[in-house]
């Protein structure tokens, strides 16, 4: 095969190369997703086998399409055992915990509920709880907690916290 065929060969896959990319970073946006962090996580101990978890986090809709959200549930890594998935604690009853129970500190965020949306290019704060049957030692041993949060259209996010602070 001549030299000239190989150019010609290599020049057209650098095109179709450099038009593929150009199509995957036009259409980035239209990808729905979340970003985010956690910020901080409270434990209240509720008897010595069940406690509340309190975790307020920062995420982020980097797409250009509004997230909805249809479910937040909180999912703890304990470190020994199977990961467990904690049982959604409702806004009004979140609202009343820090109405009534100062050993959680200040509320700092607004709690993500049901039919929230986080809006194109925009970053919110909120907050989620969870009742775990564990002591709120078990919980503070925790090898990573994770919150959940699944969009309408059945998208996930997954925001993680990796070590549990000391």
């Known amino acids: 095969m001549s030299k000239q065929f190989w150019l010609l060969l290599v020049a057209g896959l650098a095109i179709v190369g ?13 990808h729905l997703e979340l970003t985010g962090a956690v ?4 434990v209240l101990a509720l008897n010595p086998k069940a ?49 009534y129970e100062k050993l959680l500190g ?3 965020n607004e709690v993500l509920t049901i ?25 503070d041993a925790r090898k990573s907690i994770m919150i959940r949060i699944e969009d309408l259209d059945g998208t996930v996010a997954q925001i993680s916290e990796r070590a549990a602070p000391k």
């Open 115 to 139: 039919r929230d949306k986080i809006a194109p290019r925009q970053s919110v704060d909120r907050m989620a709880g969870a009742r775990f049957e564990l002591a709120d030692s078990a919980i």
């Open 18 to 30: 450099a038009g593929v990319g150009l199509l995957l970073v036009g259409t980035k946006g239209n």
């Open 39 to 42: 910020l901080h996580t409270r």
């Open 51 to 99: 406690s509340i978890v309190i975790v307020d986090f920062r995420v982020k809709n980097p797409s250009d399409i509004p997230f909805v959200v249809r479910s937040v549930t909180i999912v703890l890594d304990p470190g020994k055992g199977e990961t467990l998935e904690g049982q959604s604690v409702s806004k009004p009853d979140v609202e009343n915990l820090f109405k």
């Open 106 to 108: 200040p509320k700092f």
